[in-house]
Structure formats: structure tokens, C-alpha cells
């Protein structure tokens, strides 16, 4: 049986560049503007564009739903085009890296003061 997890580990070799896939956009100016919302700011995609939190969220989302609703149909030009999107297309994995590096980095002691200060200053 072909597992989710074998597939990335052999064909993907996506490793950690070093560099962020995914980071808060232009929080400094929102902040001063009274604009940041510390739950849903919002976030570049390296090479994809930028998204609010949620919208990156539901759009990881809807599209493993439609993945998983191919592979239920099981053809296999369903199956080859499943594996496409994960493997070659690589943009799930690149916007679920990205989400990943800003959870990452919303959780650091940093920017939790900063979202406090802000806070504080409404």
C-alpha cells in the first residue's frame, strides 16, 4: 500500500532552506494605522502571493478537499492528478509550510509582546 508520507519523503526533498516560506506582511505600518489583527494578519506565501491567515487557512482547506474528493473516484487520471498537485505542483505543501512558519513565528516571545503592546495602545 503507497502511504501519503513515502511519497513526500521520496520525491519531494523539500527541506528547510533556512528562509521563511511565509511571513507577516507589512504589520509595522497596520499597526501604527490601528489596522493588525493579531488573529488574522496578514501573510505573503513566498512565490504564491499574499493572504489574510484565514484566507490561507480555507484555501489549504478546500483544496484537500478536492484532492480527497478525487481520490474517492479513484480513476486514474484522478490518481495522476492527485499525485501532480502533492508532488509536482508542490503548492499545498509550500502554503501549509508557509502557515506552519507564521503559527511559528505568531508563538515566539516577540511577537507576543508585540500583540500585547498593540494591545495595550488601542
Keep these: 500500500m503507497l502511504k501519503l508520507k513515502d511519497i513526500l519523503k521520496e520525491d519531494l526533498k523539500i527541506q528547510s ?3 521563511s516560506d511565509g511571513y507577516i506582511y ?3 505600518e497596520e499597526m501604527k494605522e490601528g489596522k493588525f489583527d493579531p488573529k488574522n494578519p496578514t501573510v505573503v ?3 504564491l502571493g499574499s493572504y489574510t491567515f484565514t484566507a490561507l487557512k480555507n484555501s ?4 484537500l478537499v478536492d484532492l480527497s474528493k478525487r481520490l474517492r473516484k479513484g480513476s486514474d487520471m484522478d490518481v ?4 501532480y498537485s502533492l508532488v509536482k505542483n508542490d503548492t499545498i505543501l509550500y502554503k501549509v509550510k508557509a502557515m506552519k512558519d507564521i503559527q511559528d513565528e505568531l508563538n515566539t516571545s516577540v511577537w507576543k509582546r ?3 503592546m498593540y494591545k495595550k495602545k488601542r
Excluded at 60 to 63: H, K, L, N, P, V
Excluded at 80 to 83: A, Q
Design 60 to 63: 489549504i482547506a478546500s483544496q
Design 114 to 116: 508585540r500583540i500585547t
Design 80 to 83: 495522476d492528478n492527485v499525485y
Design 26 to 28: 507589512n504589520w509595522k
Design 17 to 19: 532552506s533556512g528562509k
Design 45 to 47: 506565501v513566498s512565490g
